[in-house]
């Protein structure tokens, strides 16, 4: 029941998704989508495996490389796999020829194209049964409780 999606818009959501990724204090998820998507692509064969390139951020100070995709007009890197190093060519060092143009689109617009290309259903979180905070320094009000006018008690 899939229906079709324009791979410009699934290129333009990918750009979006991985530019967010590069700044998200916690970007593991928006990796993730990112991966199964080019992950599809390619077993679709509508995504190239261009080449190997080394990152540009080493992990522990070892150099890696990465896998540079390329998804209609855009270019991605994504893990390698043990059989992409004996397939396919190292370019060496990233290479700045490889640009992807510059693309408007929100976050929540590109996730939602990718979930539903990807068939990847978000955890709703359970609503939590409303609890009211209360402060361990809370002290009730004692308003209304109080004698009025108060009498006086002498302590002689």
Known sequence: MEQSIDLPELAKALYTINRHAKT?????????????????????????????????????????????????????????????????EHLGSLDQNYRNPQTKMSLSKAKKIIYNYINYKPERKQPSTKRRYVS?????????????????????
Request: hydrophobic share 25%; charged share 30%.
């Open 136 to 156: 361990s320094y809370y002290t009730p009000s004692s308003l209304g409780k109080m004698e009025w006018p108060p009498t006086r008690k002498s302590h002689r």
């Open 24 to 88: 998200a204090p916690e970007p593991q998820h928006l990796y993730y989508i990112k991966k199964e998507a080019i992950n599809k692509l390619l077993e679709e064969s509508k995504a190239k495996k261009v080449g190997l390139h080394f990152s540009d951020h080493p992990k522990f100070s070892n150099q890696h490389s990465t896998l540079l995709v390329k998804v209609d007009d855009y270019y991605f890197h994504i893990p390698p796999t043990k059989d992409d190093f004996k397939e396919l």
